[in-house]
């Protein structure tokens, strides 16, 4: 699909919902501990994540979790939820980098997972990605209703990262990935997906653009067609500025 859209039907109306479906969906097919790396090093405050994830056990898009106790009505749908064997990630969305983000949202999303899963006794950290200018780490304190009816206060982590961060992070490893002269089939693995990552990216108008002289003169190769692109660029600009003389 990614490819259809990149390739022969323009995405009109790119949405929070398909951005986050065919990114994180995409990262989702990597390994679990690189899936992990990624996020992780994409978010600011990095150093009080977990090193360790353990395998992904679980993981589902927009569940639709129980609303008690939440100013929801009806239902609480986090966009993301991933269960690790070390912890449990609640991963909180916004198609936009500026604004979006707001702490009920998280506090509904933080009480209902303990609505559903109420002796769950595992670490849970909640990931906003995008939607937010204050970038730094926020620890929620929630009072916790547990199975025998008794309260427990528990304080959950809001982790903050942004779509720019993780693409950055995406474009680092596969440079690293294709430095390596001699691939193996799971390095030529992750380096299609993490193409497809970009791809997902791109269709929704988001890229990462290098400076020319920070890319590796060594293992650089310029082909042809970009060659004749920047010709062509040059002799439209110096047309113009000479009609404007």
């Given at each position: 699909m990614i490819h259809y859209l990149s390739k022969k039907q323009r995405l009109d109306n790119p949405k929070e919902d398909t951005q986050t479906s065919s990114i994180i969906g995409d990262l989702l097919h990597l390994p679990s501990d690189l899936f992990w790396v990624l996020l992780r090093n994409s978010c600011t405050d990095k150093v009080f994540l977990p090193v360790v994830c353990g395998e992904i056990l679980d993981f589902e898009f927009w569940p639709h979790w129980d609303a008690t106790g939440t100013v929801n009505t009806t239902i609480v749908e986090p966009d993301v939820f991933i269960s690790f064997e070390e912890f449990d990630l609640i991963i909180e969305a916004k198609k936009y980098d500026e604004s979006g983000q707001y702490e009920n949202q998280w506090r509904n999303e933080i009480g209902s997972y303990y609505n559903n899963f109420p002796s769950q006794d595992k670490k849970l950290i909640v990931v906003a990605i995008g939607g937010s200018k204050d970038m730094q780490k926020k620890d929620l304190t929630i009072n916790r209703l547990l199975s025998d009816n008794k309260s427990k206060i528990c304080s959950v982590p809001i982790f903050k990262c942004n779509w720019l961060s993780i693409l950055i992070e995406v474009t680092r490893v596969l440079d690293e990935i294709q430095t390596i002269k001699y691939k193996d089939?799971?390095?030529?693995?992750?380096?299609?997906i993490l193409q497809d990552v970009i791809r997902s990216f791109n269709i929704h108008s988001l890229y990462f653009l290098?400076?020319?002289?920070?890319?590796?003169?060594?293992n650089?190769?310029?082909?042809?067609?970009?060659?004749?692109?920047?010709?062509?660029?040059?002799?439209?600009?110096h047309t113009k500025n000479e009609s404007n003389q």
């Open positions: 089939s799971i390095r030529s693995s992750h380096k299609r290098k400076w020319l002289d920070s890319l590796n003169r060594d650089l190769n310029i082909g042809d067609s970009s060659i004749d692109v920047f010709k062509l660029q040059y002799r439209l600009n």
